[in-house]
């Protein structure tokens, strides 16, 4: 990061203070991301207690509902970590522990809700229900799986790689960390959503471009160490093989009628991690270089929106300071900061995400704040080709 975007950062953040003194007012309320895998026992608990089928829905009741409630009821906190203490914070183990614990919880959370997909309690709208849930868990899980996959040590790796296992996402672990954070804010980049375009527009268009670039990405590295594609050491193949030996072991022991929903939980939780890929850089754009290399400018933090909702981001594991993340792709989400130009969200990623699906009222809050981000230039926004003239002129009369 350069030497510019810190100077942005809050100014208390460069007071120096005694690590062994500091306390992280959030230390415990990280806990309170393991709810998440535990929203189909919540489901399970709430119809056994009303007698309510709608309750297996309570996945997407919780995520979409509750949690923009919650957003708006806490509100915000854009403090940081002094800098000081940033070093001391990566290296508790704590933190590590409560990304940890999320993947157990959230294979008891799968299997749980295999043994009642596959069986004759529930009807029809209930089954789907608990589908939609264990995929709000699953697509949750991307973002652990997020977080683990950037670190350096091997066992976070493989774990991330079995969060991903429920979606069928795997190659999400090879095309985030070579191919988006390269690419962030740019055409070229599949995850990067582009002004005037719609979510029901990127989705195809990430989907299968993330997945193409996945495997261009690890073709390169096989070939360059002499390995061939087919082989245990392909990142892709390893990552989709936890997926069929999962997959397998749950038809076996619950029956083939399973295999529908285990379908719709994965497409619930993998379109969950798109419609968040959607938000996070809309319109936003690296400038190239003007040094005769066609090559983009550095990530700064004004190329991710950031969010800095207190019950999302601890949900989410700070996500939603997205911009530090990629300055810094390997620093935990604990010392995660805020920045003060990073363009802002309304709200946090749950209420962003119900905007999103609903493009026209998507295009009415967000579009004037791309806008107002470029300083009503739009020519050095990511806009959607085809939009790309009537938008120019639209703006251009509004100014």
Not at 124 to 152: D, M
Not at 228 to 242: E, K, L, T, V
Not at 390 to 399: E, F, G, I, M, T
């Amino acid at each position: 990061m350069s030497d510019a975007a810190h100077v942005h950062a809050h100014d208390h953040d460069h007071v120096e203070v005694n690590p062994a003194t500091w306390t992280d007012p959030k230390r415990y309320a990280w806990l309170l991301g393991l709810l998440v895998p535990l929203l189909p026992f919540m489901a399970w608990g709430l119809v056994a207690l009303t007698g309510l089928g709608v309750f297996w829905y309570w996945g997407p009741l919780f995520i979409f509902g509750v949690m923009p409630f919650l957003d708006t009821a806490i509100g915000k906190d854009s403090s940081n970590p002094p800098d000081s203490v940033v070093k001391y914070l990566e290296q508790d183990r704590y933190y590590r522990l409560c990304t940890y614990a999320f993947i157990p919880l959230q294979l008891i959370a799968l299997v749980g809700g295999a043994a009642l997909l596959a069986g004759d309690d529930l009807g029809i709208g209930e089954k789907l229900g608990l589908a939609l849930t264990l995929g709000c868990v699953n697509g949750i899980g991307i973002n652990t799986a997020h977080e683990l996959g950037h670190k350096r040590a091997s066992l976070e790796r493989w774990l991330s790689k079995v969060a991903l296992a429920p979606t069928g996402y795997g190659h999400f672990y090879i095309e985030h960390n070579r191919g988006h954070h390269v690419r962030v804010a740019t055409p070229e980049d599949p995850a990067s959503s582009r002004m005037g375009e719609s979510f029901y527009r990127f989705w195809p268009r990430t989907v299968a471009g993330s997945l193409r670039s996945s495997w261009e990405l690890e073709a390169e590295r096989l070939e360059r160490d002499e390995i061939r594609w087919f082989s245990p050491r392909n990142d892709i193949i390893n990552a989709w093989a936890m997926t069929l030996v999962l997959f397998a072991a749950l038809l076996v022991a619950f029956g083939i009628e399973l295999l529908p929903w285990l379908i719709i939980q994965a497409v619930v939780g993998f379109s969950l991690l798109e419609v968040v890929n959607y938000l996070e850089h809309y319109g936003l754009l690296r400038e190239k270089r003007d040094d005769g290399t066609d090559r983009y400018e550095r990530t700064q933090p004004r190329h991710s929106w950031n969010s800095d909702n207190v019950s999302s981001n601890v949900l989410l594991y700070h996500l939603q300071r997205h911009s530090d993340h990629h300055a810094h792709p390997t620093r935990r989400f604990q010392a995660l900061r805020h920045f003060d130009e990073a363009p802002e969200l309304p709200s946090g990623y749950a209420t962003m995400i119900l905007l999103a699906v609903i493009p026209p009222l998507w295009r009415r809050v967000m579009d004037p704040r791309v806008v107002a981000h470029y300083e009503g230039d739009l020519t050095r926004a990511n806009v959607d080709r085809r939009k790309r003239d009537r938008l120019l002129r639209r703006y251009a009369a509004a100014a």
